[in-house]
């Protein structure tokens, strides 16, 4: 089984950055994911990691060390529309396993 | 052109009720999955077909019946609604065996169901 785990919630001002940070413990590993889920929305691909070390992709970047069992997702220059529900889900076969989510609200 | 199309976005029913949740991509994936959300965010799978067949079930009580008349379609009905049952069920799908690797699922709007 997978046990995935992030922080509940995180507060952040307009123009910062931060890090949201995801612990797994699996049996078997097929990547990694992040998705942002605005409320009342459906959730929305972010990012993927695999390997080892840094995807970036525009104010995004995700991290992931397999042997440590770790990812970070860092949002840089936050905006208020940054808002959401961050989820770090783990690839099992072909099933996503989610985490519970980190609840980010930005202020300004 | 809606990628993942679920209905009803809203359903609200007493308990003891039937009822079901339609599904249907039109992005040629083969797998579909259906996850349920809680009120607490939690967003858990509870099934998944790949190209009309069942690949996982996960503890659900055997009320929910999962059927997939074709690869496009993935429908969910509920016998005998409980209080419980109460959330946002999403419907996703994806490429099982991706090239890129990373079978990103794509998810419906979600069906918020209320159960009085």
């Known amino acids: 089984g997978q046990n995935i785990d992030q922080p509940t919630e995180m507060t952040a001002t307009e123009g910062a950055i931060v890090q949201i940070n995801c612990t797994y413990q699996?049996?078997?590993?097929?990547?990694l994911f992040w998705y942002q889920q605005h409320a009342g929305e459906a959730p929305t691909f972010l990012s993927y990691?695999?390997?080892?070390g840094l995807e970036e992709k525009g104010r995004f970047s995700s991290f992931l060390s397999r042997s440590k069992g770790y990812s970070y997702l860092l949002l840089k220059e936050l905006q208020m529309k940054d808002s959401a529900s961050y989820l770090c889900a783990v690839r099992e076969g072909t099933a996503l396993i989610f985490g519970k989510g980190t609840t980010l609200s930005v202020s300004s | 052109d809606t990628a993942v199309s679920q209905t009803p976005k809203y359903l609200v029913t007493q308990m003891g009720n039937d009822k079901s949740i339609k599904c249907e991509q039109n992005l040629g994936h083969d797998t579909m999955y259906w996850y349920k959300q809680d009120s607490k965010k939690f967003l858990k799978i509870m099934f998944s077909y790949n190209n009309k067949e069942l690949i996982i079930n996960e503890t659900v009580p055997n009320r929910f019946s999962p059927k997939s008349p074709d690869k496009a379609h993935l429908n969910l009905h509920i016998n005998s609604l409980e209080l419980g049952d109460s959330a946002v069920y999403f419907c996703a799908s994806s490429f099982r065996d991706d090239p890129l690797g990373a079978n990103v699922l794509t998810f419906g709007a979600g069906s918020r169901l209320t159960v009085l």
């Open positions: 699996t049996s078997g590993f097929n990547g």
């Open positions: 990691n695999v390997l080892d």
